[in-house]
Every structure is written in structure tokens, then in C-alpha cells.
């Protein structure tokens, strides 16, 4: 194991303990009876993940020069809950049935509404529920964050960043939805919403938090990095989760094969895809994606017309040419040696990954 696994494991155990005390103190604050099932989703969904919008944070702040100080966990932890608080409403308004091979938050309250035999519309009270976990969660990665024991100057002086990170996602996830609903899917309007639904907060945002944290203020060199390592790196990874969404082993990503394609995504492989295709592949294309109702035979379809236009392959390539640029930018960046090799790993351990 090379020293920056290491340091991810414990990295991952660290932000693992810091959130679960964190819901522990939590629980006499909402500690009605009928509160019980809003707090164990949560816990539930916080367990397990990748932990890399934390240690791209850490290793932020350690490469600003910043010491073992025990609240950074607890601070970069907070970025868990922002990414919770987002996937539970991701899965609403995908109508998504699973989340990590598990039933998604909607459809966990959908079921505890038809289990309980209560009135109402069991749908559209999972929906509701699930919401509002997720408004919860968004609210208790605020209050992890100020709380997190950081000094006052420092969370001052990141305090606007971690504001703007918070729009850019909400931003992010209204593109989404506007770029499945009036399908203009160009390669600019793709990479628009892989930056600002996913690579800004997965990796731009953290590893500026953590660099300003350290430095307490905002140097030229820090948004240069972040820009040059952080955003190639983001739009990379939202990349790889497009692949993954289409060609994901549903035994390591924990959703049914081929789930991009029934919600409809508009993402660079299908923008790739149509550019390229012949005007049978495209209306192929145009007439299946979106259908919730597409089976094996239609996803596997689907699959073929990408691989055949080349769009998985130019993706691929994008991919690697993204990490390049990442790679190349931490050359010469004032940071900590042992931070550049991290940073190094964890942009190909990002960009890479299978789940």
C-alpha cells in the first residue's frame, strides 16, 4: 500500500467517526419517536462511500502547510453531508429505485407508507420525505462545517467558497434537468453540466476549502491549481460516472445496468453519440433514451450505437487528457511534496474507478 492509500484510509475512518458523532449529537434534537426513520435514512445513507470530496480537502489543506489539527476531519466531513443532501434529491428527480444497491431514500418512505397502511398517496409521500431529508441534510452540512472546531479566521476566510460551492451544485443539478428537457446536447452544454453538477464540488471546491483553510486567506497560486488540477480533474470524474452509468457492473456501482439511459441523460457520451451517428443510429437514439421503460435488449442497443460511433472511445480519451492536464498543473504548484504525490493518486484514483 503506498503511503497515500494509507493516508485515505485514514482519511475515510477519521471522516466515518466525525460523522457519526455528529448524527449522535443530533438525536435528542429530534428526538420524537415518529423522527426516528428521517435519522436512521441518514445514517444510513452517510455509511460507506468513496470519502473523496474530504481528502481532496485534506490534502488541500496539508499541501498549504496545515497541521494534524483533528477538526479538519470534522470540517471536511461536512462535504459528505452536501453530497448526501444532493444524491437523495438527485434520486427524486430521476425517479431512481436504488442508491448504492439499496432502495433510495423516496422509495424506502414509499415503502414505509404502503408497509403502515396510511392514507394518502404512498408515492408521493416517499417523494416529500425524501426532500426534506435531503433539505435536512444540506442544513447539517452547514452546521458541521461552522462547528467543526476550525479556527474562527480560518472558516472566515473559506466561509464564501463553501457558500458558492453550495449554489454551484444547486446550479449544477437545475442544468441537469434543463439539458434532459430541452435536449440540446452539444459538447459545450455536456461539459457545462459535468462541471457544475459534479466536478466543481467533487474536487475544485474541496481542495480550494482545504488550501484556504490552511493559508487563511485567497492567493493567486491557490484558484490557479484549483483551476488547473481541480477542475480537470472534476469534469473527469463526472465523465467517468457518465461511462459508469451506462456500462457499470450494477454489482460494484449499486444501480440496475444501463439506469443514464432510462432517465434520459443528455451526458457527452450521448452528445458524442449523436454527432456521429448514422440517421438510423440517432433515431434509435432519440426514440429509446428516456424510456423508463427499457429493457436489456434496448440498453444493450443503446451501448452498441455508442461504442460503434466511437463516442465511448473519444470520452475515454477525453478522460485521459484531462488527467494529463491535472497531472502536469501540480508540477510546479507551492505545495507540499507529499500533497502533490496525494493529489496525484487521488486524481487517478477519481478518474478511474468503477463504482
Known amino acids: 500500500m503506498t503511503p497515500s492509500a494509507a493516508a485515505l484510509d485514514t482519511i475515510r475512518s477519521e471522516v466515518d467517526r466525525s460523522l457519526r458523532e455528529f448524527v449522535d449529537r443530533q438525536r435528542p434534537l429530534v428526538g420524537a419517536?415518529?423522527?426516528?426513520?428521517?435519522?436512521?435514512?441518514?445514517e444510513e445513507f452517510l455509511a460507506g462511500g468513496k470519502r473523496l470530496r474530504p481528502a481532496f480537502c485534506y490534502w488541500g489543506w496539508h499541501g498549504a502547510g496545515g497541521d494534524d489539527d483533528p477538526a479538519l476531519f470534522t470540517a471536511a466531513a461536512s462535504l459528505e453531508l452536501l453530497q448526501a443532501s444532493a444524491l437523495v434529491h438527485d434520486d427524486v428527480m430521476d425517479a431512481s429505485d436504488l442508491r448504492r444497491g439499496m432502495p433510495s431514500a423516496h422509495r424506502?418512505?414509499?415503502?414505509?407508507?404502503?408497509?403502515?397502511?396510511?392514507?394518502?398517496?404512498?408515492?408521493?409521500?416517499?417523494?416529500?420525505?425524501?426532500?426534506?431529508?435531503?433539505?435536512?441534510l444540506l442544513i447539517w452540512s452547514g452546521e458541521m462545517w461552522r462547528n467543526s472546531g476550525l479556527p474562527a479566521e480560518s472558516l472566515a476566510a473559506a466561509q464564501r467558497i463553501h457558500d458558492?460551492?453550495?449554489t454551484e451544485l444547486m446550479c449544477g443539478q437545475y442544468l441537469d434537468l434543463l439539458e434532459q428537457a430541452h435536449e440540446e446536447n452539444t459538447f459545450d452544454s455536456a461539459l457545462r453540466v459535468a462541471l457544475f453538477k459534479s466536478g466543481k464540488y467533487s474536487v475544485e471546491q474541496p481542495l480550494r476549502l482545504g488550501l484556504v483553510l490552511a493559508a487563511r486567506g485567497r492567493e493567486p497560486w491557490i484558484d490557479r491549481l484549483c483551476e488547473e488540477y481541480g477542475r480537470h480533474v472534476g469534469i473527469a470524474f463526472q465523465l467517468r460516472d457518465d461511462i459508469l452509468g451506462v456500462f457499470g457492473?450494477?454489482?460494484?456501482?449499486?444501480?440496475?445496468?444501463?439506469?443514464d439511459l432510462r432517465e434520459g441523460k443528455r451526458t457527452m457520451l450521448v452528445a458524442r453519440a449523436l454527432a456521429a451517428a448514422t440517421p438510423s443510429q440517432a433515431r434509435t437514439v432519440e426514440e429509446t433514451l428516456g424510456d423508463p421503460d427499457l429493457d436489456a435488449a434496448g440498453v444493450a442497443g443503446l451501448r452498441q450505437i455508442i461504442e460503434e460511433t466511437g463516442a465511448l472511445a473519444a470520452c475515454e480519451n477525453m478522460i485521459k487528457e484531462y488527467l494529463d492536464h491535472a497531472l502536469a498543473s501540480l508540477e510546479g504548484a507551492p505545495i507540499t511534496p507529499e500533497s502533490r504525490t496525494a493529489l496525484a493518486d487521488l486524481a487517478v484514483a477519481a478518474t478511474s474507478r468503477r463504482t
Open 33 to 42: 419517536p415518529e423522527l426516528a426513520p428521517l435519522v436512521a435514512a441518514a
Open 108 to 136: 424506502r418512505f414509499q415503502a414505509m407508507h404502503e408497509k403502515s397502511g396510511w392514507r394518502g398517496s404512498a408515492e408521493q409521500f416517499g417523494e416529500g420525505a425524501a426532500i426534506l431529508l435531503g433539505n435536512l
Open 164 to 166: 458558492h460551492m453550495r
Open 249 to 259: 457492473d450494477p454489482a460494484e456501482t449499486g444501480k440496475p445496468a444501463g439506469d
